[in-house]
């Protein structure tokens, strides 16, 4: 501390150890400290940082700072060094008037984590006023005939200073005649007299001039002075008199404008004129008097002028004379003592300050949000405040120091479900009736990323045409992200796999930004008909948060593929020519070849239907070809008419949209029953090597060949009937044997690649009179075998319509819950038999679309009465038996 004091070593000593006196305590939170008025600038307080546990070198960092309401700058801190000083000059009395105790409160506010600590420090009194009177010189009028021990009432000094300094004592000039009394009262007022200790003789002394003089208690002491002028008249001889000296009188604050304070009465033992009595405000009179209250001279009533106010003025001292009207007018006095009575006349007043915002979401809970003071100038239960908050939101108050709350986080925020607060601190004293004040804080959450972006739906289903065209939008993914700004940014993006050999990124791409899906290439249903991946959404968060939606891709199939012809095992030519032996002899129906084809499409695109081309110069040719299977039949019996070398040309055709067709070339060579093929010169269009005719076969391979045939049918023809000699319950034969003469010729065929998943062996018996066909092969049934229903349909034996006396049976027998149970019909043996054509076929196909077992077995026996036919070689297997149905994608 600095000091600059004129005086001697012992005034300086006694400052000392007045300064001395600072210092602080814990209690209640607060920490106080002292100084004394009038302190000079820079003069020492305390040492508010240590104090406060705060460390010097975070004072800067952490925002130090101190507030004081309504009391500017009188006191600093030095953030250097953390030491309270005076900043400016502290007038005790301007600060605090006379009230006994005096202080200035701060609020010292730190940041990070947000801290408040209140400091209280104390304004000690010096005395630096002297007394002072109302008025320098102070005229007073007294009758020679007043009595001695008259008491004439005189206006005591004022001095603003409190306690000792403010303790007046008073003297007067060493006189004959008046001497000073002075009383005080319960009110810490005293009353000063100038009393008559003898006669006064105008006729001797006419006026006496005594100097009174008022000195305070201070170190050191300081004094006023006033002039009494008195003067002594010669007439009047008692004076007017109250019924008390002092009076007290209460009144409320809102009374009215004239309401009536008190009625006064004096009486004067005279009469006439020097018993007319005139009441008035003893002079000087205060401005707050005058301002306030209005006598009547006549009646003596006081009444109010103005508006009280409490929190102005609790206490008004009004001093009236009553005066007579004598020659010598002799005047009375008394003091009125007007208490002001508080009412609930203010509502409180709240201030926020120190607001933390915005709030992140994820605060933690008992974060401070804002600081908040409310105040009330009334007294008592009107002055004192409650505060309240909103109800039912995440937020309450906490009462920290008297009329100081804390706005603090009471649960946790979520900015998805609610972005701003809306609060209503409302504050409201204990009168009768209470009012109270509300104030508004907006609290704004700050969005943190703790929201994945999500799609609609976890998967996704996209039809796609093929052969599209490179870069074309498929598709467009799109997710949303519940946070806001850059947490909500979504990012869109493939999550890389191997589809086969290939990346996933060489066939399809996806936009970052718009989530738009493209194939980077053309895509080939023949190659790929499903291509399934995942997409990724991810926001730009920190860290970031992602989600994955799956598209499954079905590629559409397009006709975009040609029929392809096979060329058949066995079958002569080449470059799409089938070369075949027809005997002139065969009749009308006969099978003599087969086109197949094949297809790469699907459903309707892979649909295949056959026709002959007409023949040139218009001539009707002897043939026809099945529309749906392409075998080529006989219209009608061969003549000698007919051209020895036939060539039809068959169309292929699809039933896509275009449709795409195909051209088979089919030669044929009508020879004579039992003529040797010749060797035939010609070599097939387009063919890429040439096939050598038929040549003469040797008689004696013939012979042995039709000698080894003889002999498997003989061993056929024993297991067949040691199978009819068996239990009914195998099935093996139908209800009668048909009786075998064979002849010279048996011819054996088997194919080497067959349509039905196995190897059918067929055996064919020429006989004098009846033909008997008989074929067996076992058939696995599975659902997974796409092409069983064709290949089933394609039992050779099922589509020979020219037969209409052909039977078939099915062992072992199909369940009795299948559609076409109406085509069954019992057989010997109980063994079902289905009717064929036509019924047989469908009710085949129904059987395997009920299946009821892993693996049964097919068995077919077809049987024919006709008359003998040269042997010839079997028509291939065709692929499809009937109009197959609509194929599903």
């Known amino acids: 501390m600095l000091f600059s004091w004129r005086g001697g070593p012992g005034a300086l000593s006694f400052l000392q150890s007045l300064l001395l006196l600072t210092a602080w305590e814990a209690g209640s939170g607060q920490i106080h400290y002292s100084v004394l008025e009038e302190a000079k600038h820079g003069t020492f307080v305390g040492r508010i940082a240590q104090d406060l546990g705060l460390e010097l070198a975070e004072l800067v960092r952490r925002q130090f700072r101190v507030v004081s309401k309504g009391r500017g700058d009188l006191l600093e801190v030095n953030l250097q060094n953390g030491i309270l000083f005076v900043n400016s000059r502290i007038d005790r009395e301007a600060l605090c008037g006379r009230n006994a105790e005096c202080s200035i409160h701060l609020e010292v506010i730190v940041d990070s984590p947000l801290q408040v600590f209140h400091v209280e420090v104390e304004v000690k009194d010096i005395n630096d006023n002297p007394p002072v009177f109302p008025e320098s010189k102070k005229r007073i009028i007294i009758a020679e005939s007043r009595p001695p021990e008259t008491r004439f009432p005189l206006d005591g000094a004022s001095d603003a200073d409190i306690g000792i300094n403010s303790a007046l004592t008073y003297r007067i000039d060493p006189n004959d005649y008046f001497a000073l009394d002075t009383q005080n009262n319960r009110e810490q007022t005293s009353s000063l007299s100038l009393v008559l200790r003898k006669s006064l003789d105008r006729e001797q002394i006419q006026e006496h001039s005594l100097l009174l003089t008022a000195n305070d208690g201070g170190k050191p002491e300081m004094t006023g002075t006033v002039q009494l002028l008195i003067e002594i008249l010669d007439v009047n001889d008692n004076a007017p008199e109250f019924d008390q000296f002092i009076y007290k009188v209460t009144i409320l604050e809102n009374a009215f404008n004239g309401t009536l304070v008190i009625k006064l009465n004096a009486t004067d033992l005279d009469d006439g004129a020097n018993g007319d009595i005139s009441y008035s405000f003893r002079r000087p009179v205060s401005p707050a008097v005058l301002n306030a209250f209005i006598i009547n001279p006549n009646s003596g009533e006081i009444r109010t002028k103005g508006k009280l106010d409490f929190e102005e003025k609790k206490l008004y001292e009004i001093s009236v004379e009553a005066i007579d009207k004598g020659n010598i007018p002799m005047a009375g006095h008394c003091t009125i003592f007007v208490e002001v009575l508080d009412i609930n006349d203010n509502i409180p007043h709240i201030t926020i300050t120190s607001l933390s915002l915005p709030v992140r979401e994820d605060v933690q809970v008992g974060t401070v949000i804002a600081l908040i003071s409310v105040s009330d100038r009334d007294s008592g239960a009107n002055g004192q405040v409650t505060c309240s908050l909103t109800p039912h939101v995440p937020f309450k108050l906490v009462s920290t120091f008297k009329n100081y709350y804390s706005l603090v986080l009471d649960s946790a925020l979520d900015r998805e479900s609610v972005a701003n607060y809306e609060l209503l601190v ?182 295949l239907s056959y026709e002959l081309q007409p023949a040139a110069g218009g001539a009707r040719s002897p043939f026809r070809v099945a529309l749906y299977t392409g075998e080529i039949s006989t219209t009608r019996s061969l003549d000698e008419a007919d051209s020895p070398r036939q060539r039809l040309l068959v169309l292929v055709r699809d039933h896509g949209e275009p449709a795409l067709t195909a051209t088979a070339t089919v030669l044929l060579s009508l020879v004579e029953s039992g003529q040797a093929p010749k060797a035939s010169s010609r070599v097939l269009a387009g063919a890429a090597g040439a096939e050598t005719a038929l040549v003469d076969v040797n008689v004696y391979l013939i012979i042995a060949i039709c000698a080894v045939s003889s002999l498997l049918v003989l061993t056929l023809l024993l297991y067949v009937a040691l199978r009819c000699s068996a239990p009914p319950s195998e099935g093996a034969c139908g209800p009668g044997k048909p009786t075998l003469v064979c002849s010279s010729a048996v011819g054996s065929w088997s194919e080497s690649r067959g349509l039905l998943g196995a190897r059918p062996n067929l055996e064919i018996t020429s006989c004098s009179s009846e033909v008997f066909l008989q074929g067996q092969t076992n058939v696995p049934i599975s659902l997974q075998n796409t092409g069983l229903k064709t290949k089933l349909e394609n039992i050779w034996a099922l589509r020979r319509r020219g037969h209409s006396g052909s039977r078939f049976h099915l062992s072992p027998p199909p369940p009795r819950d299948f559609s076409g149970s109406s085509d069954l019909f019992a057989g010997t043996g109980g063994v079902p038999w289905v009717r064929a054509p036509g019924t047989g076929r469908s009710a085949v196909k129904q059987w395997r679309e009920k299946p009821k077992r892993a693996q049964p077995q097919l068995r077919a026996v077809f049987s024919q009465r006709r008359r003998c036919a040269p042997l010839h070689r079997p028509a291939p297997l065709s692929q499809t038996a009937a109009k197959p149905p609509v194929p599903r994608v």
Not at 426 to 435: H, I, K
Not at 525 to 530: K, P
Not at 537 to 549: C, E, K, Q
Request: hydrophobic letters at 40%; one cysteine or more; aromatic letters at 6%.
């Open 426 to 607: 409302t504050a409201r004293d204990g009168g009768s009736p209470s009012l109270s004040a509300t104030a508004s804080v907006s609290v704004e959450v700050a969005d943190v990323n703790d929201n994945a972006p999500a799609f609609a739906q976890a998967e996704y289903t996209v039809f796609v045409k093929e052969n599209n065209p490179p870069g074309c939008h498929i598709f467009t993914v799109s997710a949303r992200d519940a946070d806001a700004q850059e947490n909500a940014l979504v990012s869109y993006s493939l999550v890389e796999r191997r589809v086969g050999e290939r990346a996933l990124s060489s066939y399809v791409s996806v936009h970052a930004e718009s989530g738009k899906v493209y194939a980077l290439q053309p895509l080939d249903h023949e190659e790929l008909e499903l291509l399934q991946f995942q997409v990724s959404a991810r926001d730009a968060g920190v860290p970031p948060l992602g989600s994955n939606v799956t598209l499954q891709v079905f590629v559409l199939d397009e006709n975009d593929n040609a029929p392809a012809l096979l060329p058949l095992p066995g079958a002569g030519g080449a470059g799409g020519a089938v070369s075949e032996l027809v005997w002139r002899s065969v009749g009308a129906g006969h099978v003599v070849a087969k086109v197949r084809a094949v297809d790469a499409d699907s459903g309707y695109n892979a649909w």
